[in-house]
């Protein structure tokens, strides 16, 4: 479903992304770790099209971006720390507004389980203004949702959400791959991405250092610790670098 071969992201002199190549399939959640400034950010972003690659090539769905982007744009859905909120639209007219630019038909049916997911169909009528940092992010996230996305793009998306809403975002996202979704999630907190990944992918620098499932990465760079864990690998992998 993600498919990413070659890509360089270049800024100036600077190379943020080189040569990275890596597949993840229908169903697999890839936790995308690094030191700070490793290139996690501008590679999600150049893989929803945010921004452009500087050269390589990504398939989203069958599609490729840079030949078929709408078709590409249209599977997916891309979810950062800061959510991006009207300040006049109440979050019910928000969700009515990205139905209307997918083509959602009947929303209504899928915005009011959303609503009652993320637990902010209590405040369907209030303005972003009228919203905590935690209801924001997970306003953005039913927003998101709401065309049923094939491939999701996390880049630290836990941001402002308290203990309970964390794991239920978890919850949320293990129930998503578990219905053929594939997922690319980025997050400082290892723990998480242990419970929920599949696979992961180690950045350094711009450069990939591993993937594979975790436990094929895990065997990398065990060196017979039966008992290692993703903070463990991340340390070995990176040379103890701050993430």
């Known amino acids: 479903m993600i498919e990413v071969q070659g890509l360089h992201k270049r800024y100036g002199n600077f190379t943020a992304v ?5 597949a993840v399939r229908q169903g697999e959640v890839l936790g995308l770790v690094g030191p700070n400034g490793a290139g996690k950010t501008s590679t999600l972003r150049c893989l929803a099209g945010i921004i452009p690659a500087s050269s390589g090539t990504v398939r989203i769905a069958g ?20 959510p991006r909120l009207f300040d006049y639209l109440t979050a019910r007219q928000h969700l009515n507004f990205v139905a209307r630019i997918y083509g959602v038909a009947n929303h209504e049916a899928i ?12 405040k369907a009528d209030q303005l972003p203004g009228e919203l905590s940092r935690g209801m924001k992010q997970k306003l953005a996230i039913a927003c998101g949702l709401l065309h ?14 308290d203990p309970l809403g964390i794991r239920r975002m978890k919850n949320s996202i293990i129930k998503r791959a578990r219905a053929g979704a594939t997922i690319v999630l980025s997050s400082h907190l290892l723990h998480l991405l242990e419970e929920v990944c599949t696979h992961v992918l180690i950045l350094k620098r711009g450069e990939k250092i591993a ?9 990398r760079f065990s ?3 039966a008992n290692v864990n993703l903070e463990e690998i991340f340390l070995r992998a990176t040379g103890g670098s701050d993430i």
């Open 18 to 22: 080189s040569d990275l190549s890596f």
């Open 63 to 82: 599609h490729d971006l840079a030949a078929d982007p709408i078709a590409a744009k249209r599977a997916l859905a891309f979810f950062s720390d800061e």
């Open 111 to 122: 915005a009011q389980p959303l609503l009652e997911e993320f637990e902010i169909a209590d």
């Open 148 to 161: 049923s996305p094939q491939v999701m793009f996390f880049d630290e998306p836990l941001t402002g959400l």
């Open 211 to 219: 993937d594979g499932t975790l436990a094929e990465v895990s065997a």
């Open 223 to 225: 060196n017979g610790d």
